[in-house]
């Protein structure tokens, strides 16, 4: 998968993907209308109009992006209902042609580990039948429990060809309390960079490792570091937009060969509508809004280069 992450990427030129973090006070009116009118104001009703509004985002923008990346706590706050809305995007988004980062920020001891990469990654038997789950292309895992806590993902992703992107240094305000720590003279992100490019190192595919790595728009001289110590890990690159994130620190996230970094926006990009440079679209048009924000954000990168 990884190969066809790198593939769309040079196809469409845009190392960007978009963010699917549907919260339902960016649905418009009309979405949420008519999916209370079919269902009512349930739990349903809202799965629909996740799934909806997801659904015009991802028909407006699928030709101009590699890939896109479904929070799943967006869905998961929902209850069942809400994890529908979550299987049905990630399925449209495969009919797509895209790939499809699962957001879903697993780990924990190994069997529970294997667990997990099972639903999002693998496929699980039942007598003589055999079902892909969630069936995401790649899943965000937390390393916070170590090598027995990967292990099980990276076995799924060699026998599924599938990847990860593992949290190394993340994009948020107090990120730093536990990831910038010294230990042995270097900080916390450092070993865990390093401990990314040794899990990686058995499982590549043509140029890059099936074991990449999450690093945060918002602290561009770490990104520099971190992108020597994992070269051949392809870094997730959260908190462009919203959080603060400019384009300006993101080419030292990049290898010489212009590759090796995926630039996410969620809020920026699937409410747009709601931005005053985006406000002429209008409620009802927040897809052509979306789109346009997406325009505007693979030219913002781009021009880093
Ligand atoms: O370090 C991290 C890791 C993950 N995220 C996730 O990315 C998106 C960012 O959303 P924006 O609206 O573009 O801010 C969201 O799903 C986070 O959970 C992150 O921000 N930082």
């Known amino acids: 998968m990884i190969n066809k992450l790198v593939k769309k990427i040079k196809e469409t030129n845009a190392p960007v993907v978009v963010g699917l973090?549907?919260?339902?006070?960016?649905?418009?009116?009309?979405?949420?209308d008519k999916a209370?009118?079919?269902?009512?104001?349930?739990?349903?009703?809202?799965?629909?109009?996740?799934?909806?509004?997801n659904k015009g985002i991802i028909d407006a923008t699928y030709d101009l992006i590699p890939a896109v990346?479904?929070?799943?706590?967006?869905?998961?706050?929902?209850?069942?209902?809400?994890?529908?809305?979550?299987?049905?995007?990630?399925?449209?988004?495969?009919?797509?042609?895209?790939?499809?980062?699962?957001d879903v920020k697993r780990g924990d001891i190994g069997s529970t580990s294997a667990a997990y990469a099972t639903g999002h990654l693998g496929k699980v038997k039942v007598g003589n039948n055999t079902y892909s789950l969630f069936d995401e292309d790649f899943a965000t895992v937390n390393p916070y429990l170590g090598t027995d806590g990967i292990k099980p993902f990276v076995d799924v992703c060699k026998e599924e060809k599938k990847g990860l992107f593992i949290l190394v240094k993340t994009s948020n305000p107090s990120?730093?309390?536990?990831?910038?720590?010294?230990?042995?003279?270097?900080?916390?992100?450092?070993?865990?960079?390093?401990?990314?490019?040794k899990w990686g190192e058995d499982i590549m595919g043509d140029d890059y490792s099936y074991v990449g790595a999450v690093v945060g728009a918002t602290y561009p001289e770490m990104?520099?570091?971190?992108?020597?110590?994992?070269?051949?890990?392809?870094?997730?690159?959260p908190g462009y937009g919203a959080q603060g994130g400019?384009?300006?620190?993101?080419?030292?996230?990049?290898?010489?060969?212009?590759?090796?970094?995926?630039?996410?926006?969620?809020?920026g990009i699937i409410c747009a509508y709601k931005q005053d440079k985006y406000a002429k679209f209008g409620e009802a048009n927040y897809a052509d809004a979306s789109r346009q924000a997406v325009v505007d954000m693979i030219e913002d990168i781009n021009s880093i280069f």
Request: hydrophobic content about 40%; overall charge negative.
């Open 21 to 32: 973090d549907p919260m339902l006070s960016y649905i418009p009116k009309h979405i949420t």
């Open 36 to 53: 209370y009118a079919e269902f009512g104001e349930t739990l349903e009703g809202v799965s629909e109009a996740l799934w909806q509004y």
């Open 69 to 102: 990346k479904p929070q799943i706590a967006m869905y998961e706050q929902f209850g069942i209902p809400g994890l529908v809305a979550f299987d049905k995007t990630v399925k449209y988004a495969k009919e797509k042609d895209l790939v499809v980062i699962g």
């Open 175 to 197: 990120s730093g309390e536990f990831q910038d720590r010294m230990i042995d003279g270097r900080p916390l992100y450092e070993w865990v960079g390093e401990q990314v490019a």
């Open 223 to 237: 990104g520099k570091v971190l992108r020597k110590v994992m070269p051949k890990s392809y870094i997730l690159v």
């Open 246 to 267: 400019t384009a300006d620190g993101l080419k030292p996230y990049f290898n010489e060969d212009g590759l090796g970094a995926i630039i996410n926006s969620s809020r």
